[in-house]
């Protein structure tokens, strides 16, 4: 089954730290770039960050620029998404995505930033 499975997220301090998983199954993972979306209510789904299939090259727009850091592990066919310095507009729900063929989405994981 041609799927991804995220997992990692919760409810946080202003200034802590989560790291986000995303398992894939179903598709050759080290093929594809990768990518991590996050919506808010009433917001547009928004991209966070996206790293190359070998990982040596990753994006991020400036609200997230030196905060989030996204990886990849070719051999867990894994990706992660360590997120610091965390702030409440980060909260969100966030979903990892690849397009194979078509637009893979997981079920999303809720992170909450909240004092």
């Known amino acids: 089954q041609v799927q991804l499975v995220e997992s990692g997220g919760g409810l946080v301090q202003p200034g802590g730290s989560l790291r986000l998983s995303c398992v894939a199954s179903?598709?050759?993972?080290?093929?594809?770039?990768l990518y991590w979306y996050r919506q808010s209510p009433g917001k547009r789904r928004e991209l966070v960050a996206k790293i190359t299939t070998t990982g040596d090259s990753t994006i991020y727009p400036n609200s997230v620029k030196g905060r989030f850091t996204i990886s990849r592990d070719n051999f867990k066919d894994t990706v992660y998404l360590q997120m610091s310095s965390l702030i409440p507009e980060d909260t969100a729900v966030y979903y990892c995505n690849a397009v194979v063929g078509r637009n893979l989405w997981g079920q999303g994981t809720q992170v909450t930033v909240s004092s």
């Open positions: 179903g598709f050759a993972f080290s093929r594809y770039p």
